[in-house]
Structure formats: C-alpha cells, structure tokens
C-alpha cells in the first residue's frame, strides 16, 4: 500500500533522449515536490505543485518540464538529456504547502543514468 | 553555495551508546529545522523537526537540539539501535516559503551490535 510511488524506479538511457518518470500519491495531498539528488548527495528541491498549480520553480533547465494531471500525479519530462542529469530523483507529496507545518512524504526514487 | 552542511559524512557507534550528528547553516532566515532518515533503495521519511523558538526537541530515543547563535543543530540518538543504521538529513526552511527545504548532504550512521 504504497504511499508515494515512482515509476520507473531505474532509468538508463543515451544522451540526448527524451523521458518522462511518473509519480502517483494517494495520501490525498494537496502538493508534489520534484527533488533531485546529485553526485554530491545533495536533495535539491526542483519543482513543487499545489493543486495542479506550479508553486516552486527552481533553478533548472527548461529541458525539464513537471506535469501535473490532477493532485494525485506529479510528472517529470526530461528533454535531450545530457550526462549531468544523472542523479536520483524523488517525488514528494505534503498536505500543504509550507515546510514547516506539512511533512514531506517522499517516494523510493528513481535512479537515472545516461550514458 | 550550500546553506545547509553535514561535515561527517560517516559515523559509527556501538548499539546502546549516544549517536550525535551534527548539522550547521549559513541562512539566518531559516526558522525550522528537520531531520530525515533515509534508508537504501528508499526515499527519505520524517525523523523529527524543531522550530527556532526552542532550543530542544523530545521523541522517544530521537532529541534534536538547536543553537540559533552558532546556527547548528545536532540530533542525539539514546540509546543507538542498529536499526538506526541509515543516512541522515538535516534540512532548513524559511516557514513563509512555500515548501521549500533545503537539505544537507547527510551523514551515514553505522550501529554496531
């Protein structure tokens, strides 16, 4: 009874490919969080969703785009891919929005490589 | 920039004694502090937190204590369990900010039996 589920949990692809990772909550939450964990084990928040509503875009490149379906979906789309994107990204889901009243819930993870 | 930094990237303990691990933070904004416990092949799960109006925080073995004038916070853990075998992340937030929090990059704690 998965709270926070990522799909695929393992992505290997070639450069400049194109590929999506799927989120899916069913806590109810109201927010998605994109995170991405580098080389360095840093979780660096990326995108974050209230409501379908985009709330937090940080610093990234436009090659990433999130897409939300409805509240309970939080996708990621990652355009041409470039061997920097390889990292571990979570998806996260928290009732609210602010940080500090509001757990976060991540899911496993997906370990993306490009080659 | 790293607003958020674990200095120890490991840290081992014999099962029953104290863990200490240690987080500091550069951003004088920040006024909620979190620690997440992450074990392999999972995402991170909620360990404890504490608001900058206090200095110490209780749960269970799990205290996390906070010194705004040094800007660090360390989470003791009494008595270790080698359940508690895991890496740990600290993370700071601005709570006006929307859900934003900035994490360190852990420490891996190691209890031995």
């Known amino acids: 009874d998965t709270a926070v589920s990522q799909t695929p949990k393992y992505l290997v692809t070639q450069m400049g490919n194109d590929k999506s990772i799927k989120c899916e909550q069913n806590l109810g939450h109201d927010t998605m969080y994109w995170y991405k964990q580098d080389s360095k084990k840093f979780l660096k928040i990326m995108f974050s969703y209230n409501n379908k509503e985009l709330i937090i875009n940080e610093t990234v490149p436009n090659r990433f785009s999130p897409k939300s379906p409805d509240k309970a979906h939080l996708n990621l789309h990652i355009n041409s891919l470039e061997l920097g994107d390889s990292a571990v990204y979570f998806c996260?889901?928290?009732?609210?929005?602010?940080?500090?009243?509001?757990?976060?819930?991540f899911g496993p993870g997906t370990r993306l490589t490009v080659l | 920039d790293q607003q958020v930094k674990q200095n120890s990237p490991s840290l081992s303990v014999q099962e029953g004694r104290i863990s200490i691990l240690n987080c500091d933070y550069t951003n004088s904004m920040f006024d909620y502090f979190l620690w997440y416990k992450k074990y392999p092949a999972e995402g991170p799960t909620f360990l404890i937190s504490i608001s900058s109006i206090k200095d110490k925080n209780e749960d269970g073995r799990f205290t996390v204590f906070l010194n705004k004038s040094a800007k660090h916070l360390s989470l003791h853990i009494v008595p270790s369990q080698p359940g508690d075998s895991a890496v740990y992340f600290c993370?700071?937030?601005?709570?006006?900010?929307?859900?934003?929090?900035?994490f360190g990059q852990g420490t891996t704690l190691q209890v031995k039996p």
């Open positions: 993370a700071a937030t601005v709570s006006s900010n929307t859900g934003k929090l900035i």
């Open positions: 996260a889901s928290s009732q609210g929005e602010t940080a500090s009243y509001n757990e976060q819930f």
